[in-house]
C-alpha cells in the first residue's frame, strides 16, 4: 500500500466557520483511475493539558459542550493559535482556564482525533508541580468550573460518563502510561 496510489486533483473550500473550514478535495485512485470528492475538516492543532498539582491531584474543568448538550469534565485544552507553539499553547490554555501554572511541562505526543476527515493534531502535554497562581481568565463564551480530584477516581469518572469526551480519555490514559 503507497499513498502514491491518490491523485490530488483539485481542492476548494466549501465553508468557512469559527474554528475550522470545510474543504472539498478530489482524487483520482490510480489503481482503477476512479475519481471521488472527499470531505476534509480544515482546523488549527489544538493542545490537552493533564495538570498534576504539587499534592499529586488533577486539575480538571467542567464546562458545557454544544455537540452534546451538557457539562463534560475534561482536562484544560484549546486551539494552538498562530505563531504560537503547542507548548506555549499548553501552558496559555492551562492558566487562562484555570489559574494554575505547571512547575515543569512535557509532551507526552500527539494524536489525530480522526484522520479520514481531520487534517490536525492534539498535542497532549503533562503539566507537573502545577500551583494556582492567578485566576481563570476566561473567554467571553466560557464558563468553567474547577474540579480537583485524584488520579484514582478518573476510572469511575469515564464509567459514568461524567469525563466522555475521546480526546480526555485518551490524554489521561496516555499520561497514567508514561507518567514515573
Known amino acids: 500500500m503507497s499513498s502514491d496510489s491518490w491523485t490530488l486533483l483539485g481542492s476548494c473550500e466549501v465553508s468557512s466557520h469559527r474554528i475550522f473550514r470545510i474543504r472539498n478535495d478530489r482524487y ?5 483511475a476512479a475519481e471521488q470528492d472527499f470531505v476534509v475538516l480544515d482546523s488549527p492543532d489544538w493542545v490537552n493539558v493533564v495538570p498534576i498539582t504539587c499534592d499529586d491531584q488533577l486539575v480538571l474543568i467542567r464546562q458545557y459542550r454544544h455537540g452534546i448538550r ?4 475534561e482536562v484544560p485544552g484549546g486551539i494552538v493559535d498562530p505563531g504560537e507553539s503547542p507548548e506555549e499553547a499548553a501552558v496559555r490554555e492551562l492558566e487562562e482556564e484555570t489559574g494554575y501554572a505547571p512547575g515543569h511541562i512535557r509532551p507526552l505526543g500527539r494524536i489525530s482525533a480522526n484522520p479520514a476527515i481531520q ?3 492534539c498535542h497532549i502535554f503533562l503539566a507537573e508541580d502545577c500551583r494556582r497562581v492567578a485566576a481563570a481568565q476566561l473567554d467571553p463564551f466560557e464558563e468553567i468550573e ?4 485524584s488520579p484514582q477516581q478518573i476510572p469511575g469518572l469515564v464509567q459514568s460518563e461524567e469525563i466522555c469526551h475521546s480526546l480526555v480519555i485518551n490524554a489521561l490514559a496516555l499520561a497514567s502510561l508514561l507518567r514515573p
Open 28 to 32: 483520482r485512485f490510480e489503481p482503477t
Open 70 to 73: 451538557r457539562i463534560s469534565l
Open 119 to 121: 487534517n490536525n493534531y
Open 146 to 149: 474547577l474540579a480537583i480530584t
